[in-house]
T-cell receptor, first 115, second 113 residues
Framework: AQKITQTQPGMFVQEKEAVTLDCTYDTSDQSYGLFWYKQPSSGEMIFLIYQGSYDEQNATEGRYSLNFQKARKSANLVISASQLGDSAMYFCAMRDPVGDDKIIFGKGTRLHILP | NAGVTQTPKFRVLKTGQSMTLLCAQD?????MYWYRQDPGMGLRLIHY???????AKGEVPDGYNVSRLKKQNFLLGLESAAPSQTSVYFCASSKGRFNNEQFFGPGTRLTVL
């Protein structure tokens, strides 16, 4: 069965520093997709970044990048130059397009950016 | 484009009452999903649909039923609500297989007394 693990329930980071949020996954499939979502205190889910299992390069979107290490089954989110507005819950998720196409989420990491 | 909308936004039920949550999307997406979010548990998939007229069970389907009679709508039903179903419910949609992004609704906060 697929599984997503986020081992950091909470993190505190000084503003302007870079931060890495950990995500490991478990799947027996070769083709899959990995996502990161942000959930601010207002509650909405905001899509940040996507990485396909066959993508050769790490995905980047502005200040967000995904450190994809396929052999280690990890897909860590890196936020460069953190801002106060980055304080939120962050969820890692995985999609299995070959199987029944479900998307499953990790339990999340709450990030606090300190001024 | 309204994107993904959910009604109602808030609801309080008594144990044993029934209700239906409505999710609507105007993006012509094939796939739709219902999740529940509980503190410390992340988002757990309840049911999902890969197209009009189809539904499938997710991780936590017990106590819920769904229907996808129209492509744009995905209904989540609670036939006999229980306090354990107190949660925030999110609906999401995506274009289909091999597409990257899910679009989420704003959520419905349900309390069962």
């Amino acid at each position: 069965a697929q599984k997503i693990t986020q081992t950091q329930p909470g993190m505190f980071v000084q503003e302007k520093e870079a931060v890495t949020l950990d995500c490991t996954y478990d799947t027996s499939d070769q083709s899959y997709g990995l996502f990161w979502y942000k959930q601010p205190s207002s509650g909405e889910m905001i899509f940040l970044i996507y990485q396909g299992s066959y993508d050769e390069q790490n995905a980047t979107e502005g200040r967000y990048s995904l450190n994809f290490q396929k052999a280690r089954k990890s897909a860590n989110l890196v936020i460069s130059a953190s801002q106060l507005g980055d304080s939120a819950m962050y969820f890692c998720a995985m999609r299995d397009p070959v199987g029944d196409d479900k998307i499953i989420f990790g339990k999340g990491t709450r990030l606090h950016i300190l001024p | 484009n309204a994107g993904v909308t959910q009604t109602p936004k808030f609801r309080v039920l008594k144990t044993g009452q029934s209700m239906t949550l409505l999710c609507a999307q105007d993006m012509n997406h094939e796939y739709m999903y219902w999740y529940r979010q509980d503190p410390g548990m992340g988002l757990r998939l309840i049911h999902y649909s890969v197209g009009e007229g189809t539904t499938a069970k997710g991780e936590v389907p017990d106590g819920y039923n769904v229907s996808r009679l129209k492509k744009q709508n995905f209904l989540l039903g609670l036939e006999s609500a229980a306090p354990s179903q107190t949660s925030v419910y999110f609906c999401a949609s995506s274009k289909g297989r091999f597409n990257n992004e899910q679009f989420f609704g704003p959520g419905t906060r349900l309390t069962v007394l």
